[in-house]
């Protein structure tokens, strides 16, 4: 689409480039012809109508070859000093009507030859051929500057205008117009149509920018526009000829019908711009409604189009399968509608931060998200939001809803797995602890060489490491499985309770822990859950302190935007590299190869953050601390 926009805009720039070669060359021979060679028919193609004076003639030349230039070379230069010549000339001949002074010595020279007039009475060009002129100056400096564009083609509009009146006075035999001894509005019959040309040409050069935006668009009001307007300048010249007949054979007052057709021109060819604009407007909206539409249904997720209001304007049929309503009945209500009772508070807030930066991104910042059919049910789901601009005032949102019941089944079913394995394995794993310490107690009274000694000592280790694995993966098989009951509870108190639980490590680290949380705070949590998921936080902060600096360990309450209770917990620890952050919350993630973590803390907190349908964020420079923030809901 693109490439045939840019291919039908230099066609337009190479016709503007042809018509101002032809305009310099008519300009050119009417000047040499006309009054050098003394052609008098070339100057004055009509007897009684005004003739084209040499100046004027020059400055058809200038005007075609500034058109030309900007049209077809790069050397745009050229055309921003033919325009203050264009300029000079215009505003000499304003300012000689202005002092009632004689025609320039150019016009004189020439004049007194071909037609033998005394100089006092040589005919200047007329006022408005002058204000011409200046006008097309000034929008031929200015065309090729991007922000000018706008007022340059508004001022070759003035000039198009008044050029075709004096064409169309011509066509309609408009006395005052055509009439050589009238200075206001003489303009030879040649010049006004070679003005004409040339403003027509200048619109071309740029056909997307301003006015001509709208005419030479492709879409439905630019196609019509293109008709409309030239069928108005050629049905406004017939209209001339048929009011010419008709006043030659009395049957119309000439006046008055020559005003009725100048009005009809000039008003009809903004009807027709504006008509245009609001066409484009309403067929570009149809064309991208018609290409989204066609997105979401295609889409193999579920897709909701909603503006930020939140009504939705459209639904796919597998959003309508999960939604378990018709797509035209989910059309026209409120997305808050599709999202739990318990979440609904901060969805209002959540998509007026989308709305402020409107970026494609997940929403699932470390939460189960759920979607609520219309019978009430919940189904598991991941979303994603996407801005989408469908021409109208305001954006809309993208929203891309993937079903994950199958998963969550699967997940289901793996915790199960690891239940009832982990569970099997305590028994055997007893045995052999029993067994080792049995042996380790028979063999004292005995005189043990060091490799038996260290063979004990490395069976019992591996035994109790891998009693801790078996009980941290029943614990966190168990958060997926036990029925959660978030009570309110004293957030002060939480951390408390979690700091005594590892006292002793704490006092054997000297490790300092400092606690801004004000008694008065209180969020709904499993006191039992949520104290483990903070200890698990210590206990890694301790795990991966930095050797030769003093630990420290801050607990601040803050209040997220979307609402809810916040607390950000920091270290000054070794953080956690770069390319591990992102995967820092999975089963059997190990930050360092260092230390006797078993590699689940993390994934253990994730887990009670999202059994709580809250929010975990981490943050670290890989090198000097690391930062992990939990919201949970009200």
């Not at 000039?159 to 075709?164: D, E, G, N, Q, S």
């Not at 006075?169 to 030879?188: E, K, L």
């Not at 009945?329 to 609904?344: L, M």
């Not at 797995?417 to 028979?442: E, I, M, N, Q």
């Amino acid at each position: 689409m693109q490439d045939s926009a840019w291919l039908k805009s230099r066609r337009a720039q190479r016709a503007a480039g042809i018509a101002g070669i032809l305009i310099a060359g008519c300009g050119a021979v009417i000047a040499l012809g006309g009054w050098v060679f003394g052609v008098r028919w070339l100057a004055a193609p009509i007897p009684e109508a005004a003739s084209m004076k040499v100046n004027t003639a020059v400055g058809v030349v200038l005007v075609g070859s500034a058109i030309a230039v900007l049209a077809l070379t790069s050397r745009r230069w050229i055309a921003t000093l033919i325009g203050p010549l264009l300029m000079v000339i215009g505003v000499v001949t304003l300012a000689e009507y202005a002092t009632r002074s004689h025609a320039t010595w150019f016009d004189q020279a020439f004049s007194t030859r071909v037609f033998g007039e005394p100089a006092e009475y040589v005919s200047r060009m007329g006022i408005n051929t002058a204000f011409c002129f200046l006008l097309l100056g000034i929008s031929l400096t200015l065309i090729s500057r991007s922000k000018w564009i706008n007022f340059a083609q508004a001022l070759n509009l003035v000039v198009c205008l008044i050029t075709y009146v004096a064409v169309l006075g011509y066509v309609m035999n408009v006395g005052f117009i055509i009439q050589p001894n009238a200075s206001w509005t003489q303009m030879a019959p040649h010049t006004s149509a070679l003005l004409f040309v040339a403003s027509l040409a200048i619109f071309m050069l740029n056909p997307n920018s301003a006015i001509m935006s709208e005419i030479y668009d492709d879409h439905a009001g630019g196609r019509q526009a293109r008709i409309m307007i030239p069928l108005v300048f050629v049905v406004s010249i017939v209209m001339g000829f048929a009011v010419r007949v008709m006043a030659n054979i009395g049957l119309q007052e000439p006046i008055p019908a020559q005003i009725d057709v100048g009005l009809f021109t000039v008003a009809l060819l903004p009807i027709i711009w504006v008509a245009a604009s609001l066409s484009n407007r309403i067929d570009r909206e149809r064309r991208q409604n018609e290409a989204i539409s066609l997105v979401v249904e295609s889409a193999p997720d579920g897709v909701l189009v909603v503006d930020q209001d939140g009504i939705v304007t459209v639904a796919n049929a597998t959003a309508a399968t999960l939604i378990k309503l018709s797509a035209d009945e989910i059309v026209g209500t409120c997305v808050d509608e599709y999202v739990p009772e318990r979440a609904r508070v901060g969805h209002a807030s959540l998509r007026r931060e989308f709305s402020d930066v409107p970026t494609s991104r997940s929403m699932a910042g470390g939460q189960n998200l759920e979607l609520r059919a219309a019978d009430g049910s919940q189904i598991p789901v991941d979303i994603s939001l996407a801005p989408v601009d469908l021409g109208a005032k305001r954006d809309h949102i993208f929203v891309s809803i993937r079903d994950r019941s199958d998963l969550v089944r699967a997940n289901r079913d793996l915790q199960q797995f690891a239940y009832v394995a982990s569970h099997d394995l305590r028994a055997p794993l007893r045995t052999v602890a029993g067994f080792t310490d049995l042996l380790r107690h028979s063999l004292e009274a005995r005189e043990l060489s060091p490799e038996d000694a260290d063979s004990l000592t490395e069976i019992a280790g591996g035994v109790d490491k891998m009693q801790r694995l078996i009980a941290a993966l029943l614990d966190f098989s168990r958060l997926g499985r036990d029925a959660v009951d978030p009570q309110p509870s004293v957030m002060a108190d939480d951390i408390a309770d979690s700091l005594v639980l590892i006292h002793s490590d704490l006092t054997e680290v000297a490790m300092v822990a400092t606690v801004d949380v004000p008694e008065t705070i209180r969020w709904r949590v499993d006191e039992a859950l949520m104290r483990t998921a903070l200890l698990n936080i210590v206990a890694n902060s301790i795990a991966y302190r930095r050797p030769g600096v003093a630990p420290q360990i801050s607990f601040v309450a803050d209040s997220p935007p979307y609402g809810g209770s916040g607390l950000t917990i920091r270290d000054n620890g070794q953080g956690i590299h770069l390319d591990h952050l992102e995967r820092s919350t999975e089963m059997f993630q190990r930050l360092t190869t260092s230390g006797d973590g078993l590699g689940i803390g993390l994934a253990m907190v994730k887990r009670i953050v999202e059994v709580h349908n809250g929010r975990l964020q981490i943050l670290s420079d890989g090198q000097t601390y690391t930062e992990i923030s939990i919201w949970v809901p009200e």
